[in-house]
């Protein structure tokens, strides 16, 4: 299992410079602004598991866990993305104080205040147990009816 998960890391290590630096340079070929695309675009392509997941939870009827899913892995990116950005900037050198231009501080506060929309969202979901989406998924794994999404053979051969 820890090989896997060397592979993985290195496999991401060696991509995700290169998409970055080609993500901005397809968005300035077409005139859009490279924050804009840092910001938004990359982290849609970053998310595309959760949407997969979700979208499996939502085709077998469970719409709760979807969208709970969805929600809690944004609170989850949001929430780091906000409270690293100062540790990073210190170890990177830059000093105790975080110099944001009007723009950062913008977004700065769009991030948090999603953050906060997000928790709310979760909250106000009522009572969808934040472990329910990975107990459910591992039951489905586990069983032979119809939201596994692959057929047990070893249940289907006794």
């Known amino acids: 299992m820890e090989g896997l998960f060397v592979f993985a890391a290195a496999v991401i290590l060696a991509c995700a410079e290169p ?8 968005g300035t070929r077409l005139g859009i ?3 804009l695309l840092v910001q938004w675009l990359a982290p849609l392509a970053s998310e595309a598991p959760e949407f997969i997941v979700a979208i499996l939870f939502a085709i077998r009827g469970n719409a709760g ?7 809690s892995s944004k609170v989850n990116q949001w929430t780091l993305l906000v409270g690293s ?15 944001l231009d009007a723009r950062q501080i913008e977004e700065f506060l769009l991030t948090a205040t999603q953050t906060l929309l997000g928790v709310a969202a979760l909250l106000a979901l009522g009572g969808v147990d934040a472990a329910e989406p990975v107990r459910h998924s591992v039951r489905a794994a586990r069983s032979d009816g119809p939201l596994c999404p692959v ?3 070893r249940r289907s051969a006794r």
């Open 19 to 26: 998409f970055a630096h080609n993500l901005i340079a397809a």
């Open 33 to 35: 602004d490279r924050f």
């Open 65 to 71: 866990a979807a969208i709970g899913t969805l929600i």
């Open 85 to 99: 950005l100062p540790p990073a900037y210190l170890l990177g050198g830059g000093g105790a104080g975080l110099h």
């Open 151 to 153: 057929r047990c053979r």
